[in-house]
């Protein structure tokens, strides 16, 4: 680029701050508008403007605060039904709270209860029932009833937004900490840990799976979630017991060559059925040491036949999602390795500071060869898109980098 072009760039990026004022000026200005009247962010030039690290943390600090007030506006009466509709799927849920409040906020545990394929009445007895299983020492002990009867009780595609949903209301409503949010499950509700587990292993900071059957899924996305396992030596329906063993020794092969990755335990009670007679509640304190890997140096993305379009710090664009595909990415420092990535033309790779020092150059690779070299920038847009793509504070990026790999 010549000298001309380059004072031609910052003086336009000069004029644009001085008629609008900072963009953290403007934001609070779009900010002071009522919610209903405001032009779209996208819309917006200020969105789109370079921020210093310390405009991008108070970005996402007004960002959050206007997100948390719309939500309290809009939700609070699903959170005082304890029910919430979408997709025409109503998923009501009941929770008791146990131990004080951390400074930090208060741990979750979603517990999915049993049944399925039966009549309504019995799966609303097995949702009474897993209200009084576990007792943690602190935290929500929340048990939600699966919105169908059918014998896939928590695995079908509707189970995955309303756990956002409740995740995202329990967060605001009731302070819960999104770094200590935890899945398990019996039964038919084991059944549900095994999918959801991989599938939305970023929301995460360990799940627990107790006498269920993993159908068709995979161990392989459980690398940055700790995932306990138990199941009866006698429980040979479906063969839980064997798939079960199957499972723990596929888990202590990906540990092995992956030491930093797939914590896990495994445990098959002697002499036990598909009841456990409540031994299997030491999965609850296993899971209450671990806090969730938001950030970790390597993903491993196991897509399902229930797809997502995003996982911890990688996403893809909606028409490169597939089922089944295989995305593999680690970072070092300043640089990126993308390992696998199953037929995808573009990926998306999000940055924030607790990643890389955006000062410097970002270096992205595929296959071995140099895709990407350059500094990357942090604007509102980002912060704004992947905060209301999750709703999840904890996973919120200031810089989203679009990669072609073909």
Not at 80 to 88: E, P, R, T, W
Request: with cysteine.
């Amino acid at each position: 680029m010549s000298i001309v072009k380059i004072h031609s760039v910052f003086f336009s990026l000069f004029v644009l701050c001085t008629a609008h004022g900072s963009p953290i000026q403007s934001l609070e200005e779009w900010l002071s508008v009522d919610r209903g009247s405001r032009k779209p962010m996208h819309d917006s030039e200020f969105s789109k403007l370079s921020l210093s690290e310390e405009d991008a943390v108070r970005a996402k600090e007004l960002l959050w605060k206007d997100h948390a007030a719309m939500i309290r506006e809009t939700r609070s009466e699903e959170m005082k039904s304890k029910s919430i509709s979408l997709g025409g799927k109503t998923m009501k849920f009941d929770f008791i709270v146990f131990g004080e409040k951390p400074k930090n906020g208060r741990s979750l545990f979603i517990s999915m209860h049993g049944g399925g394929g039966a009549p309504p009445k019995v799966n609303e007895g097995q949702w009474r029932n897993q209200m009084r299983l576990y007792k943690p020492k602190e935290g929500i002990y929340l048990c939600p009833r699966a919105p169908t009867d059918t014998w896939n009780l928590w695995h079908q595609s509707h189970i995955d937004p309303l756990f956002d949903r409740l995740i995202e209301n329990l967060t605001i409503f009731e302070e819960v900490n999104p770094e200590r949010v935890y899945l398990m499950g019996y039964s038919a509700g084991g059944d549900g840990v095994y999918q959801l587990a991989p599938r939305m292993c970023d929301r995460f900071a360990a799940a627990a799976m107790m006498a269920g059957h993993p159908n068709e899924s995979t161990p392989l996305g459980l690398r940055n979630l700790p995932f306990a396992l138990q199941v009866g030596a006698n429980d040979g329906s479906y063969g839980r017991n064997k798939v079960a063993a199957s499972w723990g020794e596929k888990l202590a092969d990906l540990r092995s060559n992956d030491l930093k990755g797939y914590d896990h335990f495994v445990k098959i009670h002697e002499g036990k059925g598909h009841w456990m007679n409540l031994e299997d509640k030491v999965a609850v304190p296993w899971m209450a040491k671990r806090t969730r890997n938001r950030l970790p140096k390597k993903i491993v993305w196991k897509q399902d036949d229930v797809t997502h379009g995003r996982s911890y710090w990688v996403a893809l664009p909606g028409a490169e999602v597939k089922a089944r595909q295989l995305i593999m990415v680690s970072r070092a420092g300043q640089q990126f390795n993308v390992d696998k990535a199953d037929g995808i033309g573009t990926l998306c790779i999000l940055l924030n500071d607790e990643m890389i020092d955006f000062a410097e150059p970002v270096t992205v690779k595929f296959g071995g060869k140099k895709v990407h070299e350059g500094k990357v920038s942090r604007s509102i847009a980002a912060i704004s898109r992947t905060m209301i793509d999750r709703g999840d504070p904890g996973l919120i990026f200031s810089a989203i980098l679009n990669v072609k790999l073909k």
